[in-house]
Structures are given as C-alpha cells and as structure tokens.
C-alpha cells in the first residue's frame, strides 16, 4: 500500500454528523494510520486551520455549511490552507461549479453519492502527492530565479571590474606610449635620446601585452582549452601558492578521461572559487587538493587546514560564492559536498560522473 508507515493527518470539514461518519468509515477502511480532525462549521474549521502548529495532509470540505457555503467557502477555506490540499465533497452534481471550483486552488471534487472508499483513498492520496511535487517545483523554481539574478549581479560585477582594469592599466600605459611618440617626433631630440625612449617604448608594450594577457585569461583561461583541465587546476593552484606563500600538495590520480567544455568550466571554476575562499578566509597553513578517478567518477577533494566554515559566516555572507558552487555542480550533474570542522578546517568535495572514456591509447597518468 502507498500509504504504508505514513500516518496521515485528515480534517473534515463536515456539518451533517451522518456523512461524517461515513467518510470515517471509508477512511478507516483504507488507511492504516490516520488522524482525524471534525469541524461542524466554517467558524471551527477557521479556529483548526489557523493554529500554524498543526499541519494536515488533506482537508476534506463540505461546500453546504451553516455558516458559509458555495465558492465565498472554498475561497476562504484554501486561502487559510495553503499547502495543504483542499478536497471538496458535496452532494451538489453541478459539473460546471465542479470545474470552476477547481480553478479556484481546491484539489478535488467529490460527488457523495458516488463516493467509494477507494476513490476517498485515491485522492487523497494523489492530491497530496500532487502538492508535494507542485511545492517543490515552485521552490526549485524560486532557487533558479533567485540564482540567474545573483548570476547577473556577478556577471556585472565581473564587467565592471575588468572595465577598471582595462582602465587603469592598459589606459594608463597607452598614455605613457603616445607621450614616448611625441617626444620621438620632436626635431631636436638626438640619436640616443631617441635610442633610450625606443627602448622605453618596447618595455612598455612588453608590460601592455603582459596585462592583455591577465586580463584575457581571467576571462577564460586559455590553459583550460590547450592543455586541459588538470593542467589548469595546476596552474590555479601554483599561483595560489606564490601568491599566499601557503604549502600546497596536489595529487591527480587519473587516466586520460572525456569531459566536455562545460563540464570543464565549471568544475575549474569550482575549484577556483574554493581555492579563493581558502586565501580569503580560510586562516590556513597547507591546503591539498586530490583528484581521483574512481569506478564511473572523477572525485575531486580541496582540503585546507583552516578554521572551517562558520555557519553564520555563510547567513551573513553577501556574496554566493558556495551557492555558486552548488549551483555549477547541479548545472553540470555533479554533486558537491562541504566537510567543515572547526579549527579542523574544510573540504569542498566534487564528485562528476563520468559517462564515456576518452578512446585514446596514450592513456597518460598525470600523478605526482
Ligand atoms: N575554506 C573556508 N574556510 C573558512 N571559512 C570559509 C571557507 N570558505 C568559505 N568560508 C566562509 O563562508 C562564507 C561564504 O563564502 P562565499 O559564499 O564564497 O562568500 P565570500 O567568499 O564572498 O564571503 C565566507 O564569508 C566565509 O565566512
Ligand atoms: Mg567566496
């Protein structure tokens, strides 16, 4: 029985003490476990409903009560429920108020007459299954709106940093080039003032292309796409260790695996942004990143010797640099998993699968 082990929660909004009866009978009959609530009218039901402590799986509601019937009912009734299914059962064979009652957020309409046990039971049972899924599909829909505007935010963000950039460095040694021009356009300047401002300029057009390639490699690492993503991850994480003087060990334990450019991306900026969060917050000393590949999965494990992560850190945050990560790793169908101790420190652990291997006969290991 689908219902097995989960006692279900049932309020029945019924004035006629008859019809109440039976509807128990009926329940009883089908369920193994259930907890029935009766309410005679409109005033009790509100009373029951509004107690935000109890929640129901199921309202089973009359539409002709004492102190309010018809559709001005069914408003009120699912205004108060919410997530709860409202199931209406009526002896009223009106077909067309039954479609329209439907368009008014209620889950079911039941003719009493017609009623059976398991055709109770069977809508019960799918109204609620049927709110459960609906739920999740808003919340899960909630989660991306809210995530495609944060990915605005620093996509924009990003822009306006890179525009500074380009600002600031490029313009400023552009300005420097064209006043080294002018000079060398002067008449007066002699042979080895003009020799010195030559080599001036081609020091300054070395530094210019330098920052080019800054620049251009923030936005995509070129490395990603000529050497793969391990050699990237190696790149990350050399230049982490020059630029934190942190002590890094990086294990990469895999064959020649097939993982296609998105996939790469993401999990590079995954990797990245922990890595990142390590130099930002992390108080570490060493930091070891391990990359296995293990049955049909490519693990990777970023673990540093930190703090760990505090979780009103992560309330407070303004920034989506963890909800990021887990949204990289849903979009490519790999899952992420946080370990953080305190004072222990953290592990961001990505697991992908890996569907095809990669038909190739150089099947290189890249360990060290
Ligand atoms: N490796 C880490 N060690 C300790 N704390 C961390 C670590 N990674 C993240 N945190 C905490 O989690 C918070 C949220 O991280 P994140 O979403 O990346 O935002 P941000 O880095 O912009 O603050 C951080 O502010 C920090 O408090
Ligand atoms: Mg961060």
Known sequence: MLTEGKKYKILVIEDNTGDFVLVEEFLLEQFEEINLLHAKNYKEAFKILSDKNTQFDVVLLDLSLPDKTGGSLINAIVTICVDTPVIVLTGYDDFAFGVKSLSLGISDYLLKEELTPLTLYKSIVYSSERKKIVAELATSEKRARSFAKQLNNVLEEERSRIAREIHDELGQQFSGLKMSLSSLKK??????????????????????????????????????????????????????????????????????????KTQEINIFRICQEAITNIARHAEATKVNIEIDEIGNQLIIK?????????????????????????????????KLNIISVTNIGTTIELSVDINEKKNTNSRRSFSN
Not at 217 to 236: M, Q
Not at 321 to 326: E, I, K, P, V, Y
């Open 187 to 260: 008449l007066n300047v002699s042979e080895s003032a003009r020799e010195e401002i030559i080599d001036n300029m081609i020091n300054e057009v070395n530094i210019s292309i330098q920052s080019l390639r800054q620049i251009a490699n923030e936005l995509r690492p070129v490395i990603i796409d000529k050497l793969g993503l391990f050699a990237a991850i190696e790149w990350l994480v050399s230049g982490f260790e020059k630029k934190t003087g942190m002590m890094c060990e990086i294990y990469i334990n895999v064959q020649q695996i097939s993982l296609d």
């Open 302 to 334: 970023i673990t540093d010797n930190g703090k760990g992560i505090n979780t009103d850190g992560i309330k407070n945050s303004l920034s989506m640099g963890l909800l990021n990560m887990n949204e990289r790793a849903n979009f490519i169908g790999a």
